[in-house]
């Protein structure tokens, strides 16, 4: 059983800075990305980026380029969220994802998730 443990959520004006993290723990060897979704209310489960687990190569949506950096550390098998500048837009309940991709799957998929964590709450407000 994977487990994923998210941290880091808050409430926070416009522009400012959080960092969210997930720590992995259990059989993960089939996963071979690590990501993050979100789910604002009312709205449909979103992949805001994925990363694989040696770093090598990430995803991003296109509303969060340039200000959100995803990474993972082996060694403390932990995936980080850095989100910056955010916006009252990016308010939602934040998911770590283990994730199995294939050629040819969206990492963006929510078939392609093995697992989720509970959720981390982001609130962007002034």
């Known amino acids: 059983q994977v487990r994923l443990v998210e941290s880091g959520g808050g409430s926070v004006r416009p522009g400012a800075s959080l960092r969210l993290s997930c720590e992995v723990s259990g059989h993960t060897y089939t996963a071979n990305y690590l990501g993050w979704f979100r789910q604002a209310p009312g709205k449909k489960r979103e992949g805001v980026a994925a990363?694989?687990?040696?770093?090598?190569?990430?995803y991003y949506v296109d509303s969060v380029k340039g200000r959100f950096t995803i990474s993972h550390d082996n060694a403390k098998n932990t995936v980080y969220l850095q989100m910056n500048s955010l916006k009252p837009e990016d308010t939602a309940m934040y998911y770590c994802?283990?994730?199995?991709?294939?050629?040819?799957?969206?990492?963006?998929?929510?078939?392609?998730?093995?697992?989720w964590g509970q959720g981390t709450s982001v609130t962007v407000s002034a």
């Open positions: 994802a283990a994730i199995s991709l294939a050629v040819g799957d969206d990492w963006y998929d929510l078939n392609v998730v093995d697992a």
């Open positions: 990363v694989s687990k040696g770093g090598g190569f990430t």
